[in-house]
């Protein structure tokens, strides 16, 4: 269940020992994009969306948490699913997500996580390079991920902690 950054930091601040306890092993972190100055831009971001979506709504206007877990509901074995419909892992609720977009796997020999592209239409990105679909890449701390036009960071449980110590560092 998705939740907003805010609530995170609060549970740092408090006890951050018991924070780190109860972190999934990786997350994804949305953080809504500026706002769009003039309608002039909000028409150019229409025209370079192949589904003619308006910029992501996620989160109004604050940063959300998504645990990269499996659901009990959800059959896919391969991994964690993230998409636009309810019957995903991770639900990006976006016009340019495709209903299932890619999926999220640990990667034990690693001890990382994988990303694939299911073969969306809008693409899954990877530091600005799209990705092949169906071809699993390892992710890094922190490295920005895109879904169609939804941009979110990936992290780690302790490189989601040591991004926390940086934003609360004075």
């Known amino acids: 269940m998705p939740e907003l950054l805010s609530a995170?930091?609060?549970?740092?601040?408090?006890?951050r020992g018991d924070l780190e306890r109860?972190?999934?092993p990786g997350l994804l972190v949305f953080s809504p994009p500026a706002v769009v100055e003039s309608l002039a831009d909000?028409?150019?971001?229409?025209?370079?969306t192949v589904t003619?979506?308006?910029?992501?709504?996620l989160g109004?206007?604050?940063?959300?948490?998504f645990p990269v877990v499996k659901?009990?509901?959800?059959?896919?074995g391969r991994g964690v699913t993230v998409g636009r419909t309810g019957?995903?892992?991770?639900?990006?609720?976006?016009?340019?997500?495709?209903?299932?977009h890619a999926w999220l796997a640990r990667d034990e020999a690693q001890a990382g996580?994988?990303?694939?592209?299911?073969?969306?239409?809008?693409?899954?990105?990877?530091s600005g390079v799209r990705l092949t679909p169906r071809k699993p890449v390892l992710l890094e701390d922190g490295v920005r991920l895109r879904f169609g036009q939804v941009e979110l960071a990936f992290y780690t449980a302790s490189g989601f902690v040591r991004m926390l110590a940086v934003r609360m560092a004075p």
């Open 8 to 15: 995170h930091v609060s549970r740092y601040l408090r006890n």
């Open 22 to 24: 109860h972190l999934p």
């Open 42 to 48: 909000q028409e150019e971001y229409r025209l370079k």
């Open 52 to 57: 003619n979506a308006g910029p992501p709504t």
């Open 60 to 65: 109004a206007h604050e940063p959300v948490v």
């Open 71 to 76: 659901c009990r509901t959800n059959a896919f």
């Open 87 to 100: 019957n995903n892992d991770v639900v990006l609720d976006d016009g340019s997500v495709s209903r299932f």
């Open 113 to 126: 996580f994988l990303l694939t592209d299911a073969g969306s239409k809008n693409g899954s990105w990877l």
